[in-house]
């Protein structure tokens, strides 16, 4: 990806809460699925897919402006 695109990603990460940036960073940086992420983790799936799912509609709306 672009630079700018990932140091886009990396500040809005930075923004969110801790269990938010734990969810979001096992998606991006080791490629876990929401289900991955739910059995590693003490979160439950619909959780973990709700986290990276308003993550990727942000990043939407950021650039679809």
Not at 7 to 27: A, C, F, G, M, N
Not at 47 to 61: A, T
């Amino acid at each position: 990806y672009d630079k700018h695109i990932m140091r886009d990603v990396y500040d809005l990460l930075e923004t969110k809460s801790p269990i938010q940036k734990e969810v979001i960073s096992l998606y991006l940086k080791q490629e876990y699925t929401a289900k991955s992420i739910s059995e590693i983790t003490d979160y439950s799936y619909s959780r973990c897919y709700k986290i990276i799912h308003r993550f990727q509609q942000e990043l939407r709306s950021m650039y679809n402006e």
